[in-house]
């Protein structure tokens, strides 16, 4: 006993079924191209949302892994900074504490040894002063 649908098949296959309902050969090939469109783009849509979820994920996952990175960094940090020794160091030395008894010293060292920057001539003054459009014009005209 055959099965209903592989009657069904069979019958497609044979012409006899197909002339009946009036398809030629192009009109099937159509529908067929039909069919086989429709379903490209009921699957595209998803395939494209799956794609860009997976990077949306990687992202997320490296920025998990430098946060987690940073969090260890500033744990460590914490830890450095419950030592009290480590408290008074970092007083010293960001904020110039200095214990009762001490002597503070400040030492400058010389600049680089730039001169500053002479005072602009009465024609420059002259020129600053005059329009936007006036300087474009003598700029061109020299």
Known sequence: MA?????????????RLLGRLGLSNTRRAAV?????????LSVAVPLRTYFSQRS???????????LRVQVAK????SQQ????EQTKAEAR?????????????L???PQDGTAPAAPPKPEQRKQNEKSWYANLWNSINK
């Open 93 to 105: 030395k960001r904020l110039r504490y200095v214990l009762p008894g001490e002597t503070p010293y």
């Open 3 to 15: 099965v209903p649908w592989r009657r069904w098949l069979a019958a497609l296959r044979g012409t």
């Open 107 to 109: 030492v400058q060292l």
């Open 32 to 40: 067929l191209a039909i069919v086989v469109c429709a379903l490209a």
């Open 81 to 84: 900074l419950a030592d009290p």
């Open 74 to 77: 500033l744990e460590r940090r």
């Open 56 to 66: 949306q994920i990687a992202e997320q996952a490296e920025q998990q892994e430098q």
